[in-house]
């Protein structure tokens, strides 16, 4: 099942002041992005945030889960999803932990 758009807006609207906060779609459910860096992911209708150790400290009892059959398990986000200062901390150290993305290649000319 794919998730909601208007999911997926609340999360982002939700996320304040850590950077550049945007999502895109892929494989028919969505990534969100914090200054260029995929830190979650939204599947069916879930928050899925990419495991940092600054982040699990920050959580404390944390619940892992994959976001889709086959995915490594990351941190399933459900009763702070209201709490937009709290979700925006999370964000903002999840981003700090994890690494730069690679340059993208150019492609060969034929």
């Known amino acids: 099942m794919a998730s909601d758009i208007k999911f997926v807006e609340f999360i982002v609207d939700q996320i304040e002041n850590p950077g550049l906060v945007r999502y895109r779609k892929m494989f028919g459910e969505y990534a969100i992005y914090c200054n260029d860096k995929v830190v979650a992911l939204v599947c069916n209708d879930q928050l899925f945030v990419k495991p940092t150790q600054t982040g699990r400290a920050f959580i404390g009892d ?35 932990e994890l690494p730069k993305p690679k340059p993208k290649k150019k492609k060969a000319k034929k």
């Open 62 to 96: 944390v619940v892992e889960a994959p976001a889709y059959p086959g995915a490594k398990p990351s941190f399933l986000i459900e009763d702070q999803l209201e709490d937009r200062d709290w979700l925006s901390e999370l964000i903002a150290l999840t981003e700090k």
